[in-house]
């Protein structure tokens, strides 16, 4: 039995192991949390969380309803303060935690440094700060995701305690897993991942037993939300098919973008790789290998039949590749040790002091990660501007706010384009929305119910000029539009107005059209 005294200093060091991924993530995160804009991603949260439950319900059942769990969270999160740092604070808390529980699994599964090691790898790996400051739910899922694989292994644990032992460790994996499903339903791949980690250890029967029943529990809770979903699939029509560079690109973002960087993590990862798993016992390669490569892969093979594929779907995989990094790392330590030992000769007073290595090499390693955070500081620097974002939703809303006059008509170009005046109200308005029916809110969707083809061409006669607000794509030659409402603006707008000004903000391009003299006086 081991003393308290000798004791002691191992709890330290995993608490400490612990919480200074947590502390380095939440630093990160919180650094230039408030970059004075929403892209269209987060817009579509803050807008959605701001409404009655009853209306979010009543959207849920047109689009959106893969995100149903997180809108109705970020509705209470929002409440008090609908704010931009409120809206991506619980990502820089889940990215917090994340970080934590991959430290967690470190420690548990190997040892605190290579814990410690692993959470700081998490931490500052760009991907991982990249989504922690994102006002969607993917940083969250990331934490769940993390939280149900440390609860998958203490329950293997638990499970050579004897039959009933572990029954609540368990039941908590299986509501875990459920929660993050519901967070976003491609979660569901990590029951894959922690398949093969229980059939890379030839685990026996009634581990299978239990686990099945949680992941079937689990997997049952979701089906509602599949089915739904599934009927909303138009939603990822823009998906395209992955290719060699989506996957060269997907590694990077987990290794780390920078090339100093990104060699020797491979390297190291393949370390930690190449490591016998024993009969009836989770190791580290076991567990991080297949989170890390399974649902990124089985994601992609699906994809190349049907598009479902994007980097931000499989962020909770990013946790297995510190993991391993950290476990090749420890190798490589104890190599190195073990050969400075046969060198120096077995009798040799330094040989004592190489068996208590353990603070010199954590904090060998803990340099390491510093140098990679160097290496890679000026990616998160970038990371923190708007227009590292698609658009910047705000700049949109100013540009409209110093052109437009009160009472100026508004043409949106597709609809999806109203995401800016419903994101930032305040530079439209004034102004008249021509096509608009029916508000967002109340017609359950994202964006408005827009008129009809007729309506819409005879409010368009009726004008002398427009200001047309327009994604990029739609102005391009090739765009074909899906809808009668939005041929007609194009066709419209084509026929008998002539372009006078414009101005391009990211990802939006703002015109101002006039009547053409040939289209006659309205």
């Known amino acids: 039995m081991k003393r308290s005294g000798a004791g002691r200093p191992v709890v330290v060091a995993e608490v400490v192991a612990v919480?200074?991924?947590?502390?380095?993530?939440?630093?990160?995160?919180?650094?230039?949390?408030?970059?004075?804009?929403?892209?269209?991603d987060e817009a579509a949260t803050f807008q959605v969380a701001r409404r009655s439950v009853p209306q979010i319900w009543h959207l849920l059942h047109h689009v959106d309803a893969v995100h149903g769990l997180y809108y109705l969270f970020m509705h209470a999160v929002l409440a008090?303060?609908?704010?931009?740092?409120?809206?991506?604070?619980?990502?820089?808390?889940?990215?917090?935690?994340?970080?934590?529980?991959?430290?967690?699994?470190?420690?548990?599964?190997?040892?605190?440094?290579?814990?410690?090691?692993?959470?700081?790898?998490?931490?500052?790996?760009?991907?991982?700060?990249?989504?922690?400051?994102?006002?969607?739910s993917y940083a969250l899922v990331a934490a769940g995701a993390a939280g149900a694989t440390l609860l998958l292994v203490?329950?293997?644990?638990?499970?050579?305690?004897?039959?009933?032992?572990?029954?609540?460790?368990?039941?908590?994996?299986?509501?875990?897993?459920?929660?993050?499903?519901?967070?976003?339903?491609?979660?569901?791949?990590?029951?894959?991942?922690?398949?093969?980690?229980?059939?890379?250890?030839?685990?026996?029967?009634?581990?299978?037993?239990?686990?099945?029943?949680?992941?079937?529990?689990?997997?049952?809770?979701?089906?509602?939300?599949?089915?739904?979903?599934?009927?909303?699939?138009?939603?990822v029509a823009w998906l395209t098919q992955?290719?060699?560079?989506?996957?060269?690109?997907?590694?990077?973002?987990?290794?780390?973008?920078?090339q100093p960087v990104f060699v020797p993590y491979l390297f190291l990862v393949a370390l930690g790789v190449l490591r016998p798993v024993p009969r009836g016992e989770v190791t580290l390669a076991a567990v991080a290998a297949p989170l890390m490569v399974l649902p990124p892969a089985v994601l992609i093979a699906v994809s190349r039949f049907w598009p479902l594929y994007d980097e931000r779907y499989v962020l909770y995989a990013l946790a297995g590749a510190p993991l391993l990094a950290a476990a090749g790392t420890d190798r490589l330590a104890r190599a190195v040790a073990r050969l400075w030992e046969r060198r120096a000769g077995a009798r040799s007073p330094w040989t004592a002091r190489t068996r208590a290595r353990l603070p010199v090499a954590a904090l060998a390693g803990v340099l390491a990660v510093t140098l990679a955070l160097t290496a890679q500081f000026p990616l998160l620097c970038q990371d923190r501007a708007p227009d590292r974002r698609p658009d910047n939703l705000a700049a949109v809303s100013a540009a409209v706010g110093r052109e437009l006059r009160p009472g100026d008509p508004v043409l949106f170009l597709p609809s999806l384009a109203r995401r800016s005046a419903l994101a930032y109200p305040e530079g439209f308005r004034g102004a008249r929305d021509i096509a608009l029916r029916t508000s967002a809110t109340?017609?359950?969707?994202?964006?408005?119910?827009?008129?009809?083809?007729?309506?819409?061409r005879r409010r368009l006669a009726g004008l002398d000029h427009v200001w047309l607000v327009a994604a990029p794509f739609a102005l391009r030659s090739g765009w074909r539009p899906r809808t009668p409402a939005e041929r007609v603006k194009l066709a419209v707008i084509g026929e008998d107005f002539t372009l006078r000004e414009q101005l391009a903000c990211r990802g939006v391009i703002l015109r101002l059209y006039v009547r053409h003299p040939s289209a006659g006086d309205p």
């Open 242 to 258: 992955p290719d060699w560079e989506s996957v060269d690109r997907l590694l990077r973002a987990f290794a780390g973008p920078t």
């Open 19 to 40: 919480l200074l991924p947590v502390l380095v993530m939440l630093a990160l995160g919180l650094w230039g949390l408030d970059r004075g804009g929403m892209w269209r």
């Open 442 to 456: 109340a017609s359950g969707t994202l964006y408005g119910e827009e008129e009809g083809p007729a309506e819409l």
């Open 154 to 235: 203490r329950g293997v644990r638990s499970a050579g305690a004897g039959a009933g032992a572990g029954s609540g460790v368990w039941w908590a994996y299986g509501a875990t897993v459920a929660v993050t499903c519901l967070l976003h339903e491609f979660a569901v791949l990590l029951l894959l991942a922690h398949a093969t980690t229980l059939a890379a250890a030839r685990m026996p029967r009634r581990v299978w037993r239990r686990w099945g029943r949680a992941a079937g529990g689990a997997v049952l809770a979701l089906s509602p939300l599949v089915l739904v979903s599934h009927g909303q699939s138009g939603q």
């Open 80 to 136: 008090s303060d609908p704010g931009e740092v409120a809206l991506r604070l619980p990502s820089v808390c889940g990215a917090a935690a994340a970080a934590g529980l991959v430290a967690a699994l470190g420690v548990r599964l190997c040892r605190p440094r290579v814990g410690l090691w692993a959470g700081l790898l998490y931490a500052v790996t760009p991907m991982a700060g990249h989504f922690a400051q994102e006002g969607r």
